[in-house]
């Protein structure tokens, strides 16, 4: 299970909510732009969704869901299951999770700019890995309930 979020942390992220929802499909596309170098992790996707615009909005919808939810998790475990869900049919593997933090944080510096501090960047990379671990530990299960042939 993944460590607790520090109360800093918290606070920050929480603090971040309403530019996210300003700012999120920004970021995530610019996300998807700094990921998506890499043709391997390009590939996961679906292609559809990335030229029509619907991916980046969802994952910024979720990114705000989030932040606006960091302090009461328990109202993201349909979310979670369900990207969890996702992520298993897409073959995703925790190796894939550092890199999208590698593209994640610089791209929220990116479209913010100097509002994207370094103790706000490092709060979020707290974040991320907290619910990059509870991902990666559904995944596994549920990796594990149905293993790939």
Same mark, same amino acid.
């Given at each position: %299970?993944?460590?607790? #979020?520090?109360?800093?942390? $918290?606070?920050?992220?929480?603090?971040?909510?309403?530019?996210?929802?300003?700012?999120?499909?920004?970021?995530?596309?610019? %996300? !998807?732009?700094?990921?998506?170098?890499?043709?391997?992790?390009?590939? #996961?996707?679906?292609?559809?969704?990335?030229?029509?615009?619907?991916?980046?909005?969802?994952?910024?919808?979720?990114?705000?869901? !989030?932040?606006?939810?960091?302090?009461?998790?328990?109202?993201?475990?349909?979310?979670?299951?369900? %990207?969890?869900?996702?992520?298993?049919?897409? !073959?995703?593997?925790?190796?894939?999770?550092?890199?999208?933090?590698?593209?994640? #944080?610089?791209?929220?510096?990116?479209?913010?700019?100097?509002?994207?501090?370094?103790?706000?960047?490092?709060?979020?990379?707290?974040? !991320?890995?907290?619910?990059?671990?509870?991902? $990666?530990?559904?995944?596994?299960?549920?990796?594990?309930?149905?293993?790939?042939?």
């Amino acid at each position: %299970m993944a460590n607790e #979020l520090s109360a800093e942390s $918290i606070q920050i992220v929480k603090a971040t909510a309403p530019v996210l929802v300003q700012h999120g499909v920004a970021i995530t596309t610019r %996300m !998807y732009e700094r990921l998506f170098v890499d043709p391997e992790i390009k590939a #996961l996707f679906d292609e559809a969704a990335q030229t029509s615009g619907e991916q980046p909005k969802r994952l910024a919808a979720a990114i705000v869901a !989030y932040a606006q939810n960091v302090d009461n998790l328990p109202a993201l475990a349909g979310a979670v299951e369900r %990207m969890a869900a996702r992520h298993v049919q897409t !073959y995703v593997k925790p190796e894939h999770y550092p890199k999208v933090a590698e593209a994640l #944080l610089p791209a929220i510096r990116d479209v913010l700019g100097e509002a994207a501090s370094d103790k706000v960047l490092e709060a979020w990379g707290e974040a !991320y890995w907290f619910l990059a671990d509870i991902l $990666i530990a559904r995944e596994r299960a549920l990796y594990a309930e149905h293993p790939l042939s």
